[in-house]
């Protein structure tokens, strides 16, 4: 990627940067690529608690390790591990997902530059994109990301990014990269997709045409709800250009987080199979449960994009919604009874977390917008962790009572 900043001429396309991942996500996890290993050495990765190292006394810059930079060894070593898990050339991490998506950005536009973006996104990064990007000269159009039509036609001059969630936040919605790489490659734009809820795991978008991959990490890679931290997985090119905005706006991923993070990925794989799991045999049981009036999961047939969900994941991911018929009293009523399952905001970890749209990432609509979005009263979202399926089960039949006679 250039390292000028461009006026109106087109950057070069991005790299398609797909590596082919040949080992499975379990081993990846838990050893990477593999190193060199000695009689003596640590079978963990070791945390390098150090602010800075020991450099060449007459060589400049170019050498300098200093951990805001991100190439303490500790850090470095998972990013290696997040671009094996996605197939890429290389990752960076940084201390949270909010950071993963404000440095893309950032790296990829210069004022005057313009944006496509799903309408439908995480509410942070729908405030990034709308807000703070046009106070640096980015434009930024949203769209519906069902169509290729409506990409198309939101298509500027000078658009240098496609950007969408897979699956999206609350009503699952599931879009395919590949049916966005053709536009984006035909015009020389990075295709962008935040792919949080679905884990390298269940989906891999750079095999599907994206460019660059966005995670939270504070969700299912890290999976014990116990770390913020977030990656960006691309081409060698992008990387370093995100490298170089973590020098300058400084959210580096402290090297104690990076470890954790580490040690959540050796169980990615086997968490995952188990939210997956959990999550479609909850899905099936509450489509039969009385005072349940929809269940929103793509592993169900009734889900929109079932077909679609069944042909580019491996598996349906660890969130479901449901509508109960006694609208937001059942759903209070619901969520105040839950014994095991816990009422907290994000998703990914062990624990079972359950939250209410409209008392959390969607507060800021009237309830005639949400219904509008496929948030109708009654909605909760459920983001299933690994505990034992039979006791979430008892846990939410309980709570169903309640909510009934709520
Ligand atoms: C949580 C989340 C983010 C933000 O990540 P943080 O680690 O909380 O900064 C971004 N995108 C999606 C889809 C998320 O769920």
């Not at 060449?56 to 390790?65: C, I, L, M, S, T």
């Not at 439908?120 to 769209?143: C, D, I, K, Q």
């Not at 188990?274 to 349940?292: C, D, S």
């Not at 979430?392 to 039949?397: G, K, R, S, T, V």
Request: aromatic letters at 6%; charged letters at 20%.
């Amino acid at each position: 990627m250039a390292k000028k900043r461009r006026g109106a001429g087109r950057r070069p396309p991005p790299e398609a940067p797909e590596v082919r991942r040949t080992r499975g996500p379990s081993t990846l996890g838990i050893h990477g690529l593999g190193r060199e290993r000695e009689p003596g050495d640590p079978v963990v990765l070791p945390i390098v608690q150090s602010a800075t190292f020991l450099s060449d006394p007459v060589r400049g810059e170019a050498g300098v390790r200093y951990t805001r930079y991100g190439n303490n060894p500790t850090q470095i070593a998972v990013a290696e591990k997040l671009a094996a898990l996605e197939g890429t050339e290389a990752a960076i991490v940084l201390a949270s997902g909010m950071a993963a998506t404000a440095l893309t950005f950032l790296a990829l536009t210069s004022a005057g530059d313009h944006v496509v973006a799903s309408r439908l996104l995480y509410g942070w990064t729908h405030r990034f994109l709308a807000e703070e990007l046009p106070l640096r000269g980015v434009g930024v159009t949203f769209v519906d990301p069902g169509g290729k039509r409506q990409w198309r036609e939101a298509l500027q001059p000078r658009t240098r990014a496609l950007f969408f969630e897979v699956p999206t936040n609350p009503t699952l919605r599931v879009f395919d990269p590949h049916s966005l790489s053709m536009l984006a490659r035909e015009h020389g734009i990075a295709l962008v997709v935040d792919s949080t809820f679905a884990s390298p795991v269940n989906l891999r978008p750079v095999g599907r045409g994206a460019d660059a991959v966005i995670h939270s990490a504070s969700k299912y890679l890290g999976g014990h709800s116990d770390l913020i931290a977030g990656v960006v997985c691309g081409s060698r090119g992008l990387v370093d250009e995100i490298q170089t905005k973590l020098k300058l706006y400084g959210p580096a991923i402290d090297p104690h987080a990076a470890w954790v993070l580490d040690r959540g990925l050796k169980t990615l794989a086997v968490r995952v199979a188990r939210q997956n799991e959990n999550a479609l045999t909850l899905a099936g049981w509450f489509e039969e449960q009385p005072g349940v009036k929809q269940v929103i999961y793509p592993g169900l047939p009734s889900h929109p994009d079932h077909h679609l969900a069944r042909k580019i994941l491996s598996g349906y991911g660890g969130v479901l919604s449901i509508v109960l018929e006694g609208g937001d009293a059942a759903a209070d009523g619901f969520c105040e009874s839950l014994q095991v399952a816990l009422n907290a905001p994000s998703l990914g970890g062990v624990e079972t977390l359950v939250s209410q749209p409209r008392l959390t990432s969607h507060t800021t609509f009237t309830s005639a917008e949400r219904s509008a979005m496929g948030i109708p009263s009654g909605f909760v979202r459920i983001a299933v962790g690994t505990e034992d399926v039979e006791d979430l089960i008892a846990d939410f039949e309980m709570a169903l009572n309640a909510a009934r006679a709520a």
